[in-house]
């Protein structure tokens, strides 16, 4: 009885390199979001997806993050040449269809960069 | 003002204690309301799940939702030190165009239950 997995839990970049966060929802769940947690914020929504398609994206900054969900294969949320400020907790969460509000979050993935 | 508000505290009681936890929002329209408990360091877990007002009870935790006050409360019964965590209330954006996937949070309170 999988939950959320996200990898990697831990993850450090120098400025400017790319970081990629992963999560695989929990079984029979086809929705996926992300938010992120800065310290001593609370918890940001960014994107909304489903397979093969981005539902809300509201919460993403305009450049240098991007995040996919394809058919097969976890969802990715790619994050490119990275800066300080983008430190912070990586959260998803899945959901099962028509069922949004029941989100189920994974452990996190915690970005430093250097 | 801020959609959601949240006292971040710390809250700190002895075990046994009554706990209640507030969060006070601006959008009337706003009808599901959530509670999630986070561990340090670990990610956040459903608590509680309700729908406009009235009360939901489960276990030691009861939610209670005042919409005429805007006011979404969380009150644990008989408290104990397993229950020291951040507690954060969410609401599902729905009046702005946005999807109702688009979870708003609180900042969270964080409480200690000392043995």
């Given at each position: ?25 929990m079984?029979g ?8 947690q ?20 509201s919460g993403?900054?305009?450049?240098r ?12 949320l ?13 959260f ?23 | ?7 971040p ?39 509680m ?13 009861t ?52 043995p």
């Amino acid at each position: 009885n999988a939950g959320v997995m996200q990898n990697p839990r831990h993850l450090v970049r120098r400025r400017g390199q790319e970081a990629r966060l992963r999560c695989s929802p929990m079984k029979g769940h086809s929705h996926v979001y992300w938010y992120r947690q800065l310290p001593e914020e609370g918890l940001k929504f960014m994107v909304y997806l489903q397979k093969e398609n981005i539902i809300d994206e509201s919460g993403m900054p305009k450049e240098r993050f991007s995040a996919e969900f394809p058919k097969e294969g976890p969802s990715i949320l790619r994050i490119q040449q990275v800066v300080r400020g983008d430190s912070a907790a990586y959260f998803c969460a899945s959901s099962p269809a028509q069922s949004y509000n029941e989100q189920f979050f994974g452990p996190g993935t915690r970005l430093t960069v250097l | 003002q801020k959609e959601v508000e949240q006292d971040p505290g710390p809250l700190s009681v002895p075990e046994g204690a009554i706990v209640s936890l507030n969060c006070t929002y601006s959008n009337s329209a706003f009808q599901y309301f959530m509670w999630y408990r986070q561990y340090s360091r670990k990610g956040p877990e459903l608590l509680m799940y309700t729908y406009s007002s009235g009360n939901k009870e489960d276990g030691r935790f009861t939610a209670q939702v005042d919409k005429s006050s805007k006011y979404i409360s969380l009150f644990i019964r008989d408290s104990q030190p397993s229950d020291s965590a951040t507690y954060l209330c969410a609401i599902p954006r729905t009046s702005y165009g946005g999807s109702q996937g688009n979870l708003i949070f609180g900042k969270g309170t964080k409480l200690s239950v000392k043995p």
